[in-house]
């Protein structure tokens, strides 16, 4: 009972921070309500650590808290991978990244969130119009140049989830040494220390041509187009499981490649 008693403790020392301004009015009453509770079960699991930044980013349940997954948590782990590009390119004025997301809850609020925090540290944002598949993300940060990516996607998780991949400037999520690296910056970030508000200049919207352009890469990598026509009329049924599979795959499957979008 008293390690209990000491864990709750605990867990509301931990509350009560977010209960200050520097949090929104929707968060600071749910923790209230977790306060309140005479069950004190939410509030521990919510409280009881850190959600833990490892080698691939983040994934756990959306809520307050900071054992979750929401717009601080995010921010944070933001930060610290913006500290450690700016690091490991150092004088360069021309850094940009890619930021995605899938089709869970809260995706295109968090992708928002990163792309306003990196810009806000001077790193260019191209930031997807709306949900779109890893493999695209993958290719968009190599297509464009950038240095790194975040596609915000708990992949196979049960939809309370929510994640946060890193990617590299070669597309590939991040290996060692930066792993380590950006881990070491984002445990360093405090909630004051993050830049929230983006600067509008440095995000530009992609969309429309980046598909053309990927469905295009998808098309030459083709390996005997021939097979392909030759069961042109073969019968298929797809489905994206509520997947962002459902943006490219159809104009994947039609008949050659969609004439490219002037001005999308």
Wanted: net charge negative; charged share 25%.
């Amino acid at each position: 009972m008293e390690n209990n008693a000491a864990l709750i403790a605990q867990c509301e020392e931990r509350a009560k921070q977010w209960l200050s301004p520097a949090f929104d009015e929707e968060t600071r009453k749910a923790v209230e309500a977790m306060l309140q509770n005479e069950d004190k079960t939410e509030l521990i699991d919510a409280f009881y650590r850190d959600l833990e930044f490892g080698t691939g980013g983040l994934r756990g349940i959306m809520g307050a808290g900071t054992n979750r997954m929401n717009i601080y948590i995010v921010g944070m782990a933001t930060q610290g991978f913006a500290n450690y590009i700016l690091k490991a390119f150092p004088g360069r004025t021309d850094l940009s990244v890619v930021v995605g997301h899938d089709c869970r809850n809260n995706g295109r609020l968090f992708a928002e969130t990163v792309a306003n925090i990196f810009s806000a540290n001077g790193i260019k944002v191209y930031l997807f119009e709306s949900l779109r598949p890893t493999p695209e993300i993958s290719y968009a940060i190599r297509h464009l140049g950038c240095q790194a990516g975040v596609n915000v996607t708990a992949s196979h998780n049960p939809k309370e989830y929510n994640g946060y991949k890193a990617y590299w400037d070669d597309g590939a999520q991040v290996l060692a040494p930066h792993d380590k690296g950006i881990i070491d910056e984002v445990n360093k970030v405090t909630i004051a220390d993050v830049k929230f508000e983006g600067n509008k200049e440095l995000i530009d919207i992609i969309g429309g041509e980046m598909d053309w352009d990927y469905l295009q890469a998808v098309k030459e990598a083709m390996v005997d187009q021939d097979v392909i026509l030759r069961q042109k009329d073969l019968n298929i049924v797809y489905s994206p499981m509520h997947g962002t599979g459902r943006v490219i795959i159809p104009e994947a499957l039609r008949s050659g490649i969609p004439e490219h979008p002037r001005g999308a």
